[in-house]
């Protein structure tokens, strides 16, 4: 929420801060991660950071890169989605949304079919393990689809067989459920 903070501490030295009130933000924008008393600012930065210091990175600077592109992917969605929910007129936005969900995610979601084709040997996007491109995909459709319920799998997913797979995997992750059930998003007012 903005202009409050919340701080969660994953590690001793690693804190997420929520505020732009508090003026930790260099851009004030949200999300902010301060760390060692210095901050990152950009939630795909952030993100590839937190996972590079716990293990969650897929090997290698290609590989990471493999997972960057995704997590840029997911960011253009957002960003899309954001742009849509803004528009004032309510038929516009109605037919924007609407557009997002039955074209531009759903094509998406077949490049993410393809690349598991072209690229998973082990049920996970990049690598024989759950990486950050796995988390970050996966945060997207849980959240937009089923605002973050830990059961069932979105609707739009039975066209790809192998994305619904994927997703199923992830979803029943012990960490991934954990999280779910336990610190479940507050998706209120947001479209992504
Ligand atoms: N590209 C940035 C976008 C950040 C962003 O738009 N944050 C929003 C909240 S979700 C924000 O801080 N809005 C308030 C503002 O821009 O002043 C990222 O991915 O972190």
Same mark, same amino acid.
């Given at each position: 929420?903005?202009?409050?903070?919340?701080?969660?501490?994953?590690?001793?030295?690693?804190?997420?801060?929520?505020?732009?009130?508090?003026?930790?933000? +260099?851009?004030?924008?949200?999300?902010? /991660? #301060?760390?060692?008393? *210095? %901050?990152? =600012?950009?939630? !795909?930065?952030?993100?590839?950071?937190?996972?590079?210091?716990?293990?969650?990175?897929?090997?290698?600077?290609?590989?990471?890169?493999?997972?960057?592109?995704?997590?840029?992917?997911?960011?253009?969605?957002?960003?899309?989605?954001?742009?849509?929910?803004?528009?004032?007129? +309510?038929?516009?936005?109605?037919?924007? /949304? #609407?557009?997002?969900? *039955? %074209?531009? =995610?759903?094509? !998406?979601?077949?490049?993410?079919?393809?690349?598991?084709?072209?690229?998973?040997?082990?049920?996970?996007?990049?690598?024989?393990?759950?990486?950050?491109?796995?988390?970050?995909?996966?945060?997207?459709?849980?959240?937009?689809?089923?605002?973050?319920?830990?059961?069932?799998? +979105?609707?739009?997913?039975?066209?790809?067989?192998?994305?619904?797979?994927?997703?199923?995997?992830?979803?029943?992750?012990?960490?991934?459920?954990?999280?779910?059930?336990?610190?479940?998003?507050?998706?209120?007012?947001?479209?992504?």
């Amino acid at each position: 929420m903005l202009g409050t903070q919340t701080r969660f501490e994953i590690e001793a030295n690693v804190l997420f801060v929520h505020s732009s009130s508090a003026g930790i933000s +260099p851009s004030g924008q949200l999300p902010v /991660l #301060e760390f060692d008393g *210095k %901050v990152l =600012i950009e939630s !795909k930065v952030i993100l590839s950071f937190v996972a590079k210091e716990h293990n969650l990175a897929p090997e290698g600077n290609f590989h990471q890169a493999q997972a960057d592109m995704l997590a840029g992917v997911i960011n253009d969605l957002e960003n899309m989605l954001t742009a849509r929910n803004k528009e004032e007129d +309510p038929a516009k936005k109605e037919e924007a /949304l #609407e557009d997002a969900d *039955k %074209v531009v =995610i759903p094509d !998406k979601c077949g490049y993410f079919e393809k690349f598991l084709l072209a690229n998973s040997k082990h049920g996970f996007f990049i690598g024989d393990k759950l990486t950050y491109a796995d988390i970050v995909v996966f945060t997207f459709l849980n959240s937009h689809f089923l605002k973050g319920k830990p059961e069932g799998i +979105p609707e739009l997913l039975k066209a790809f067989p192998t994305l619904s797979a994927w997703y199923e995997r992830v979803r029943t992750q012990p960490k991934v459920q954990h999280w779910l059930k336990t610190s479940p998003p507050d998706l209120t007012g947001y479209v992504y």
